[in-house]
């Protein structure tokens, strides 16, 4: 990486979590994004991809969008989907610190 042998850095998780050696075995496995960074709260100066392997529920795929459908009482039910979205996201996220911000974009 070329990192000059007097400059500090921390190797984090995407959430953060600075690797060490005491958790290194539990944190680092295959397919885990890691970051090398100067500090652990350092910030990212252009949006970052990873890839996510998901393998969604079998109820989620043949039943996606009922509630959201029906509880839009004839309305457009996409605004509806979007909440969902948002309030199934921050749940997913309660425990992390810091800032937590949603982006939806649609193309």
């Known amino acids: 990486f070329g990192i000059p042998s007097d400059e500090t850095f921390v190797i984090t998780t995407t959430n953060r979590k600075e690797i060490t050696e005491d958790n290194f075995s539990e944190l680092v496995h295959d397919g885990v994004t890691l970051y ?40 457009n039910p996409l605004p509806f989907a979007l909440a969902e979205l948002i309030d199934n996201s921050l749940s997913a996220t309660s425990q992390n610190t810091g800032i937590r911000s949603i982006e939806i974009k649609l193309v």
């Open 36 to 75: 090398l960074l100067q500090s652990v709260d350092q910030m990212l100066l252009l949006a970052t991809k990873e890839r996510i392997d998901f393998l969604p529920h079998y109820d989620t795929l043949v039943k996606s969008g009922m509630y959201e459908y029906y509880a839009s009482e004839g309305q």
